[in-house]
């Protein structure tokens, strides 16, 4: 299980989330990647199997500026390190872009579900089979992104951090997480998400963390929590001031 880095803010979310990512790098990794996108909604997807140097490399003639970003650094569980099965991974149609920590135990009967409602599969990760099922739900009830997460988390066994942008939803980050870390964080006109409190801190000690079964949306500046039955849980989140000494997770 690795790392994950997430940012809705004003400023060029390449920049912060190669910074996260870096901060995410001592808990080793096989691949890496980041999703960016711009308030146009153009996004673009950047991988590499290799180091966060190599990815800087990559991305450093990238013409998109985004101030939304996903990242991911990736500790093979299911398939390869290669760049197919690195994050970010995209939904069929890439109407969903995710990044994800950790193991989907039941993938295999999901993803024939999934196959046999004619979904097809570029990678051999439970991740992508997690994504599609989220978009699958999110097709089929035309229902919103928490109440798809929740419909596809209800059936998913395993541990799991997910960061997820919806291509109807350009400004936002969504998030959950059963059984692996993560933590949500915000300043100003910025939010943040992390698998590793040592990588929001440059930015803010104000943070949260995201208990099991919980979902959210990081928007500038704005975090907004929801239970499994899709209720407004925000106001019974408190912040937490991380003193130098807590910093890792
Ligand atoms: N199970 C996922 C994969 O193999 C995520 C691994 C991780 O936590 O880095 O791609």
């Known amino acids: 299980m690795c790392g994950i880095f997430g940012y809705s803010g004003n400023i060029d979310a390449k920049k912060i989330l190669l910074e996260g990512l870096k901060k995410l790098e001592y808990r080793g990794y096989d691949s890496v990647g980041i999703a960016l996108r711009n308030e146009c909604n153009d996004t673009n997807i950047f991988k590499v199997v290799g180091k966060i140097d190599s990815l800087k490399e990559l991305t450093k003639d990238n013409k998109i500026k985004g101030n939304i970003g996903i990242g991911h650094t990736r500790w093979a569980t299911h398939g390869a390190a290669t760049i197919n099965n690195?994050?970010?991974?995209?939904?069929?149609?890439n109407n969903i872009i995710g990044v994800h920590n950790g193991i989907i135990e039941n993938y295999q009967e999901?993803?024939?579900?999934?196959?046999?409602?004619?979904y097809i599969f570029n990678s051999s990760t439970d991740t992508e089979v997690i994504i599609n099922l989220v978009d699958y739900y999110y097709k089929k009830y035309k229902i919103g992104p928490i109440d798809a997460i929740n419909k596809a988390l209800l059936r998913a066994r395993g541990t799991y951090a997910l960061a997820l942008i919806f291509k109807d939803y350009p400004n936002q980050v969504w998030f959950t997480k059963k059984g692996s870390p993560l933590l949500v964080a915000k300043k100003d006109d910025e939010s943040f998400l992390a698998s590793d409190s040592f990588a929001l801190i440059e930015y803010t000690n104000k943070i949260y963390y995201v208990e099991d079964y919980e979902c959210g949306v990081l928007e500038k500046g704005m975090i907004t929590f929801f239970d499994l039955n899709g209720n407004d849980i925000t106001n019974t989140k408190h912040e937490i001031i991380l003193r130098s000494e807590e910093r890792r997770v």
């Open 110 to 118: 999901l993803k024939d579900k999934l196959l046999n409602k004619g």
């Open 86 to 93: 690195a994050h970010p991974i995209g939904s069929n149609d």
